[in-house]
């Protein structure tokens, strides 16, 4: 040690070895429990990389690989940013990819239709490589949320009892290394634009929102209300307008990214298998694209397949008349923040809970867009403790019932990198079939209850922010 100015002074190298300047000054005196808690995670983590894994994992591999090979894009409902994200992750660690599995994925004569094709590769050598190397960035998205949430919550107990919660979810384990889904990518962005926006940083805030439409589309219904925060805090005809070119800005530049990305990159003609039906068939026939069976331009699709999977009403007119009860649940639900006084970080926090909230009460939604809203979920249990907690795990119990719905695909085929009989396994609800059980109006039931639970809970939050606590004294 040298002795600079009267005080003591460590190696140059020490303070780039300092873990805890990464975290706030409100936890730091907590950073001995913070950092057995994270080391913790990035154990029990590693052990999940390479062992489990579904077939929409191998299906972003098999994109990534083609793309980082043959510089050729797969068309799909997911945004192409994802991919190149991975091919580049594929490139830098091409001597250890697996060479059966590349040389499958690259073949000119590679097994079609596409949905079964990535289903064959879970159990080819080599497949705990290859999901190690796809989970890699999906580890470094989700460390590093973990440890923002500790900067979005300023309380010091609430902050390490989020960062816990987060840590050991397990929706965030079952979605991101189970699965294998790469969601965790754009949570990570939404959770830094309320950040920024807390500290009342908008440009990064935007910045933030675009980075998370950019790979997924997801985070688009956020906007309108950000929109109307920022138009509220401002004066004038032109300084509102400058604004809300800004916020327009921050919204189509991803879209625009996404769309030149799937036109201008060469794409790769998979040939598909016209004999097969359903949501079988994928690919070209002639000049046609056929997305899970259905022609047409894959982007859109994926916007369309939300729409169609929202609870809807209808009529008995002959006239077809047909009320889609999210997007109704979702214009209340602005006008209601439109009409809002005093709105803050906070209510726009609580605003955005409740949106998600009413997606999955009134959405048939796949397992990994259940964790747009963990965040969110679990910032409001770490502050307000045992009144939401048992809500919360009521909802992620029904949450597992609800995707026996999906019955192998959720449950038995991950197996499969561990397990490669799993891959011929039935699914529990096929279990429960094979009994004698009503496995589907079991399936029924939990989702009533878990939607139940969910408008439950978004009532609680609409009365505390939009009703009034009692009546006044006269």
Same mark, same amino acid.
């Given at each position: 040690?040298?002795?600079?100015?009267?005080?003591?002074?460590?190696?140059?190298?020490?303070?780039?070895?300092?873990?805890? +300047?990464?975290?706030?000054?409100?936890?730091?005196?907590?950073?001995?429990?913070?950092?057995?808690?994270?080391?913790?995670?990035?154990?029990?983590?590693?052990?999940?990389?390479? $062992?489990?894994?579904?077939?929409?994992?191998?299906?972003?591999?098999? =994109?990534?690989?083609?793309?980082?090979?043959?510089?050729?894009?797969?068309?799909?409902?997911?945004?192409?940013?994802?991919?190149?994200?991975?091919?580049? @992750?594929?490139?830098?660690? +091409?001597?250890?990819?697996?060479?059966?599995?590349?040389?499958?994925?690259?073949?000119?004569?590679?097994? /079609?239709?596409?949905?079964?094709? &990535?289903?064959? $590769?879970?159990?080819?050598?080599? @497949?705990?490589?290859?999901?190690?190397?796809?989970?890699?960035?999906?580890?470094?998205?989700?460390?590093?949320?973990?440890?923002?949430?500790?900067? *979005?919550?300023? !309380? &010091?107990?609430?902050?390490?009892?989020?960062?816990?919660?987060?840590?050991?979810?397990?929706?965030?384990?079952?979605?991101?290394?189970?699965?294998?889904?790469?969601? =965790?990518?754009?949570? %990570?962005?939404?959770?830094?634009?309320?950040? %920024?926006?807390?500290?009342?940083?908008?440009?990064?805030?935007?910045?933030?929102?675009?980075?998370?439409?950019?790979?997924?589309?997801?985070? @688009?219904?956020?906007?309108?209300?950000?929109?109307?925060?920022?138009?509220?805090?401002?004066?004038?005809?032109?300084?509102?307008?400058? !604004?809300?070119?800004?916020?327009?800005?921050?919204?189509?530049?991803?879209?625009?990214?996404?769309?030149?990305?799937?036109?201008?990159?060469?794409?790769?003609?998979?040939?598909?298998?016209?004999? *097969? /039906?359903?949501?079988?068939?994928?690919?070209?026939?002639?000049?046609?694209?056929?997305?899970?069976?259905?022609?047409?331009?894959?982007? $859109?699709?994926?916007?369309? /397949?939300?729409?169609?999977?929202?609870?809807?009403?209808?009529?008995?007119?002959?006239?077809?008349?047909?009320?889609?009860?999210?997007?109704?649940?979702?214009?209340?639900?602005?006008?209601?923040?439109? *009409?809002?006084?005093?709105?803050?970080?906070?209510?726009?926090?609580?605003? /955005?809970?409740?949106?998600?909230?009413?997606?999955?009460?009134?959405?048939?939604?796949?397992?990994?867009?259940?964790?747009?809203?963990?965040?969110?979920?679990?910032?409001?249990?770490?502050?307000?403790?045992? &009144?939401?907690?048992?809500?919360?795990?009521? @909802?992620?119990?029904?949450?597992?019932?609800?995707?026996?719905?999906?019955?192998?695909?959720?449950?038995? %085929?991950?197996?499969?990198?561990?397990?490669?009989?799993?891959?011929?396994?039935?699914?529990?609800?096929?279990?429960?079939?094979?009994?004698?059980?009503?496995?589907?109006?079991?399936?029924?039931?939990?989702?009533?209850?878990?939607?139940?639970?969910?408008?439950?809970?978004?009532?609680?939050?609409?009365?505390?922010?939009?009703?009034?606590?009692?009546?006044?004294?006269?």
């Amino acid at each position: 040690m040298n002795e600079v100015g009267g005080k003591e002074s460590g190696p140059w190298w020490a303070r780039y070895t300092d873990w805890t +300047r990464f975290l706030p000054e409100t936890v730091k005196d907590q950073s001995r429990r913070i950092g057995k808690l994270l080391l913790l995670g990035f154990a029990l983590r590693v052990v999940l990389l390479p $062992i489990f894994g579904s077939t929409d994992a191998t299906t972003t591999a098999w =994109i990534g690989t083609v793309l980082m090979a043959k510089g050729q894009l797969i068309l799909s409902n997911d945004p192409p940013p994802i991919f190149y994200l991975h091919a580049l @992750i594929f490139e830098v660690f +091409r001597p250890i990819y697996p060479a059966a599995i590349f040389n499958r994925f690259v073949s000119p004569v590679a097994f /079609t239709p596409g949905v079964l094709f &990535p289903r064959s $590769i879970l159990s080819e050598p080599g @497949i705990g490589i290859l999901l190690t190397l796809v989970k890699l960035p999906y580890l470094a998205f989700d460390l590093a949320s973990a440890v923002l949430l500790l900067w *979005l919550v300023r !309380e &010091p107990k609430p902050a390490v009892r989020a960062l816990k919660m987060w840590l050991f979810n397990p929706i965030v384990l079952y979605v991101t290394y189970f699965f294998g889904q790469f969601d =965790i990518v754009a949570v %990570f962005f939404v959770i830094l634009a309320f950040y %920024f926006n807390q500290h009342g940083r908008r440009h990064g805030a935007l910045l933030s929102l675009s980075a998370a439409i950019l790979f997924k589309d997801f985070a @688009i219904v956020l906007v309108p209300f950000f929109l109307v925060l920022y138009l509220e805090q401002k004066r004038g005809l032109f300084v509102r307008s400058k !604004e809300f070119l800004k916020v327009a800005l921050a919204t189509t530049v991803p879209l625009a990214a996404q769309f030149l990305l799937a036109v201008l990159q060469t794409p790769f003609y998979e040939s598909a298998n016209y004999a *097969l /039906t359903g949501d079988l068939m994928n690919g070209f026939f002639g000049h046609t694209l056929y997305n899970r069976g259905v022609p047409g331009v894959p982007l $859109i699709q994926g916007f369309l /397949t939300f729409i169609g999977y929202s609870v809807k009403l209808t009529s008995f007119s002959p006239i077809p008349d047909v009320i889609y009860l999210f997007p109704l649940a979702y214009l209340m639900l602005f006008v209601a923040w439109i *009409l809002l006084r005093r709105k803050d970080a906070g209510k726009l926090w609580n605003a /955005t809970t409740i949106l998600f909230l009413l997606i999955y009460a009134f959405n048939l939604f796949h397992p990994q867009w259940f964790l747009w809203a963990q965040p969110f979920f679990i910032v409001l249990v770490a502050r307000q403790g045992k &009144p939401v907690s048992a809500l919360y795990s009521g @909802i992620v119990a029904f949450f597992f019932a609800y995707i026996l719905y999906f019955d192998a695909i959720a449950y038995t %085929f991950p197996l499969t990198p561990l397990i490669p009989a799993a891959e011929f396994w039935p699914g529990p609800a096929s279990v429960m079939r094979s009994v004698g059980l009503p496995s589907d109006l079991i399936v029924n039931l939990a989702r009533t209850a878990f939607s139940g639970l969910c408008l439950a809970w978004a009532l609680r939050l609409f009365r505390a922010e939009w009703l009034p606590s009692g009546i006044p004294d006269q």
